[in-house]
Structures are given as C-alpha cells and as structure tokens.
C-alpha cells in the first residue's frame, strides 16, 4: 500500500488559482477524505494524485514516485465524478478493456467476477450508454476496482447508487488493502469510507483530523455539519 506525499502544490487554470500551497500526507493504508465547498479544488487534488494534471509547481509522489510514472498508474483505481464509460460498448467490454489495459492473466474471469460483485452481470451484453445513471456508476465502480489497485483514487463515490448498494461499496472500501483518497461534500460519506477529514479552503488543507475530535470542539447542541460548515468558513 502505497504512501501519498502531496507538498506545496499550486495550479491556476489560466487566471483563476484553484491550489495555493495545498500539502496532503497519507500514510500507507490510510483511508482519508477531502471536504470542501463547492470549487475548493477537490476534483482537481484527486486528478494531481491520480497523475491526469499536473500542478504548476509544488510536488506529489505515490511511494516515492510521480504520479504519471506507468508503475504508479499500474497501482491505481480511479474514479471520476459523474464518471463515463465506452457508451458503445457493451458492460462487459468495458470491464474488460480496464483489466487487459491493467495487464491482468486472468482478464475475462476477473471481468466476471467483478460484474458479479457490483450486481451487473446480468447486464454485460448491453451498452454502457443504454444503463440508468445507477448502473452506469455501478459499471465505472466495477472498473476502478477490477484490478485490485493498491491506491483508490475516487471522487463521490456513493452518487447514483442505491441504498444496498452503498453499502456493499463501503464494505469494500473499507476491507480493501489499499490507500484511498476520496472527495465528498456529504459528510456522512467521508464518516463511511474513511478514517480521516482534510478540509479543503481556498486552495489549501485548513483542518486534518476525525469527526470524533471535530464532535469533540463542538459548541453544546451543534450538529456535525453545523461544525464542519464553519470550520469551512474560516
């Protein structure tokens, strides 16, 4: 399981500065989640972390190395807000692709089997672009995951999803031997997936820590969000 070294990062799409010094340190086999308003910049952290942009200046490393290197996107399952699969091809030539592309033997079996556990098996002959919204997420799930990657990279990753089957993501999630980063605005997600808050406040870490030690500082009466929507504010 991979460590995460993220170190005064900056990254300004043209005028506007999205990252101003943004620093993240994930231990090996730590699951945290990064909170923050609207356009704080968590989709664009995980996207640096998952070596698809690349910060102006600052550095990241996944075990001492890039992010962009083969071997540390060899390692890595991410998921993308409001992800999209191949439309035109089938559920199982998704699924597929994203097994033979991670260089896995045993890609049809794995394939399978990872349909079976996301509930879309039935499904696997039918074009991506022809699922509802839930099955398509359970689809960009099923390939995040095919090759049991040792870093999670996912960005809202319960949206979409039915009861039952947010549950069972967060069993895995939570039983998976990898590190995981995830990006959520609903609170109650990052309390499910992970272990650990960084709040995220005009383009830099404001707050690390659990929900125990922010319930903890709480004014008497104050609910989670209350606390977590000011603590954002500051």
Known sequence: MPEIKVDSVFLSYETNSVLKGLSLHLKDGEKVSIIGANGAGKTTTLKIVAGILRPDSGSVSI??????????????????????????????????????????????????????????????AIAANKLSRGNRQRLSLAMTFVHSPKLLIMDEPLNYLDIPMQEKVIKMVRKADATVLVSTHVISTANSLTDRIAILNDGRITWEGTVDEVMSSASDGERLEQKIARMMEQ
């Open 63 to 124: 075990e001492g190395i890039s992010p962009e290197d083969e071997r540390s996107k060899a390692i890595t399952g991410y998921l993308p807000e409001d992800a999209s699969p191949y439309g035109m091809l089938s559920v199982y030539e998704n699924v597929y692709y994203a097994a033979s592309l991670r260089g896995l033997d045993n890609a049809r079996d794995r394939a399978n089997a990872i349909m079976e556990e996301f509930g879309i098996r039935g499904y696997s």
